[in-house]
DNA sequence: GCCAACGTTGGC
DNA sequence: GCCAACGTTGGC
């Protein structure tokens, strides 16, 4: 099983917003990064765990726990021309972008912050969301990662 | 295939 | 709102 560490900013979905959406799976579309569809695509699987992460706001970090409950799939979003995330190179006989289904697991009791995460370097150096310019909205993270952090809560 | 320009991300 | 970092685009 792999683990992963999915960014939102909560302006536009946060936690509470899948909170809303308990025992239900969210789509979790958008994603128009090769690397990260490439993620959803070849490594990804049902069953997989990842942090829910706070970007672009006062308190960024850590604040729950997904499941994801799909294998990837087409994202329509990328054929529908009023949408944010329309893509008009993407042909619907080979569709480009995809995604997955996540539910929440659990809220964090606490939100491990980013500050936080950053304190711990000296065990978490490798942690992709902790290096400069990183931007992908989906990263994934070792299990001992995983831990470690969890550990913290 | 190179690389400058551009758009986006995200912490501050 | 600023700016550094990075992915993508497009001219050549």
Wanted: proline share 5%; net charge neutral.
């Amino acid at each position: 099983m792999q683990h992963w560490l999915f960014k939102s900013e909560p302006a536009t979905f946060s936690i509470d917003d899948l909170a809303t959406a308990t025992g239900k799976s969210t789509c979790w579309d958008g994603v128009r990064n090769y690397q990260v569809r490439n993620f959803m695509r070849d490594v990804m699987q049902p069953g997989d765990l990842g942090f829910f992460y706070h970007s672009s706001c006062a308190v960024p970090g850590i604040t729950g726990i997904v499941s994801i409950t799909s294998n990837a799939y087409t994202d329509n979003t990328q054929f529908d021309p009023g949408h944010v995330h329309y893509d008009a190179d993407s042909k619907p006989e080979s569709p480009r972008w995809l995604m997955v289904d996540v539910k929440l697991k659990r809220k964090l009791k606490r939100i491990i912050t980013l500050d936080e995460l950053r304190e711990h370097h000296h065990r978490l150096k490798e942690l992709l969301i902790l290096k400069r310019g990183n931007r992908l909205s989906v990263t994934p993270l070792s299990s001992d990662e995983w831990n470690y952090i969890l550990g913290l809560e």
